[in-house]
């Protein structure tokens, strides 16, 4: 089983900044990708960035050029720094892993971003 906990988020005027942070615990297999989802209010549940176990990163286009995430493999944590933020990026912001190769996907409980006009 594998539990994930994320920390970072909160309140902050459109053009700042948080990051966002978010540690495994548990089994954790060597291959795995790691990402960043977030819902609005009566929105689905969409995709920020991810990375894999070696590095290789994906970003929504709404975030491409604001958002940066990287992780530790060490310490099995995944970060997401975000930048000139707008009102538009407020949402629960999920911490997700998914094991390659197989099913398993595992999800944090969310922590919350509110950007302010």
């Known amino acids: 089983q594998v539990h994930l906990v994320e920390s970072g988020g909160g309140q902050v005027q459109a053009g700042g900044s948080l990051r966002l942070s978010c540690t495994a615990s548990?089994?954790?297999?060597?291959?795995?990708?790691m990402g960043w989802y977030r819902q609005a209010p009566g929105n689905q549940r969409e995709l920020v960035a991810t990375i894999t176990s070696g590095g290789s990163t994906n970003y929504a286009d709404s975030v491409k050029g604001r958002f940066t995430i990287s992780r530790d493999n060490a310490e099995n944590a995944v970060y997401l720094q975000m930048n000139s933020l707008k009102p538009e990026d407020t949402a629960d912001y999920y911490c997700?892993?998914?094991?390659?190769?197989?099913?398993?996907?595992?999800w944090g409980q969310g922590t919350q971003v509110t950007v302010s006009s």
């Open positions: 548990g089994i954790i297999f060597r291959l795995n990708v």
């Open positions: 997700n892993l998914k094991v390659s190769g197989t099913g398993y996907v595992y």
